[in-house]
């Protein structure tokens, strides 16, 4: 890899340029570079925003929504990628990734969380899907430090959760292994020439040349010039408010990642190896605005409690907000959009994360030719929202 900042002026070229080295751009830029092609990797700020702010949860089962069944295949197809993307990674860069397989225990603390409990569960039994409802007794056998409230829960074995900043450094590291040309420097526009995007123009005024364009720029897709209105993809902000917590001396986190209905809120703990604990999240549609917002930390620290008391002695180590990018449907679109040489990854909403692992295997398909798994690319393809060029 070759690091260096915006070029003042001049051309580069390449065969793929991909703007945005989140999650999703730098594992389809270590993909695509793996199948032999010259990559350039745009970013001011790699492994930076919603990455860095995730709680890195690889849970299809616990977070299936009703209307959502081709989310759960594409979660499922990317979290059974997972252990062999993670063994690859840490054999060629030795960064340790933390993927956790305990698995996901859901709890419900009153009546109406308990029915909301069953309903989950009902739905998750009717698409072939395995969690066992266990009492509060069990539930508490598994995690002691539940709180005795805990009426029931559900476990999802087979949710797991990685940590998303070492996983986010593994990939840094294993592309800087690789001839990608990662540029620290802010996309201008998308530059296109007749119906053809051609590459990217830097802040600054430097070109990149490139045959494909890889458009993974998160919630910034619906703001970057350059892009002619019906291909750019439909895609919001939607702003996440997080905490992490630590151990202290004498405290002690869960063995497994909890998700828990609290009064109808839904609140997730997810422990890592090292005695952090990522507490989230808030949902909300404000634009990109990022400020933390006192009241969001205090509901988020009252619904976390009520599912695990002791957290009262963790100390707390950061609150932060980051942007999610949202869809129409909450599922990302992958794949050609109307304009020639420019492919789509964004709209990954909650599960950026999870599905980071097919989404670059989908962009390393598509660029390089090679055969493409038709079910699925169907299911994320930007044209179901209809992005058609018009002929001018
Ligand atoms: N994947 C959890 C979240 O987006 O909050």
């Known amino acids: 890899m070759t690091t260096r900042p915006a070029a003042a002026s001049g051309t580069t070229h390449a065969d793929v340029a991909v703007i945005g080295a989140g999650i999703v751009g730098l594992a389809a ?84 969380d308990r029915d909301l409990l069953n309903e989950l569960q009902a739905f998750q039994t009717s698409l072939g899907l395995s969690a066992t409802l266990l009492t509060s007794h069990e539930c508490r056998g598994l995690e002691p430090m539940l709180a005795p409230e805990i009426r029931c829960g559900l476990l999802a074995a087979s949710d ?62 619906a703001t970057l010039p350059g892009i002619p209105d019906d291909a750019r993809p439909p895609v919001r902000p939607v702003k996440g408010e997080i905490l992490r917590l630590r151990t202290r001396p004498n405290t002690a986190l869960p063995g497994h990642s909890i998700r828990g209905f609290v009064n109808g809120h839904e609140i997730y703990l997810v422990p890592r ?37 002791s957290i009262d002695e963790l100390e707390l180590v950061e609150a932060i907000a980051a942007l999610r990018p949202g869809s129409p449907d909450n599922a990302p ?29 989908l962009v390393a398909d598509l660029v390089s030719g090679e055969s493409v798994d038709r079910e699925l690319l169907e299911a994320v393809s930007p044209q179901r929202f209809a992005l058609t060029r018009t002929s001018s």
């Open 160 to 221: 797991h959760s990685v940590d998303n900043r070492r996983l986010a450094a593994a990939l840094l590291a294993a592309i800087s292994a690789t001839d990608v040309d990662l540029v620290s420097a802010t996309v201008a526009s998308v530059t296109t020439h007749g119906d053809r995007a051609i590459g990217v123009t830097l802040a600054g005024g430097g070109q990149i040349t490139a045959a494909t364009t890889v458009l993974a720029a998160g919630p910034w897709c």
């Open 273 to 309: 190896a090292d005695g952090e604990l990522v507490v989230g999240a808030t949902v909300e549609d404000a634009g990109f605005d990022t400020s933390v917002r006192a009241g969001a930390v205090r509901e988020m620290l009252r619904d976390a409690r009520a599912v695990m008391p």
């Open 333 to 361: 679109m992958i794949g050609p959009t109307g304009l020639d040489g420019l492919l789509v990854a964004t709209g990954h909403h909650r599960n950026g994360i999870l599905l980071a692992a097919i989404t670059a295997d």
């Open 29 to 112: 830029a270590w993909r695509l570079s793996q199948r032999g092609l010259r990559v350039a990797l745009v970013d001011p700020s790699p492994a930076a925003a919603a990455t860095h702010a995730a709680a890195g949860m690889l849970a299809p089962v616990s977070e299936v929504r009703y209307g959502e069944t081709a989310l759960l295949r594409l979660g499922m197809a990317s979290l059974a990628r997972y252990p062999d993307l993670v063994a690859e990674l840490e054999a060629s860069t030795g960064v340790v990734v933390g993927l956790r397989r305990e698995g996901t225990l859901i709890v419900a603390t009153d009546a109406g």
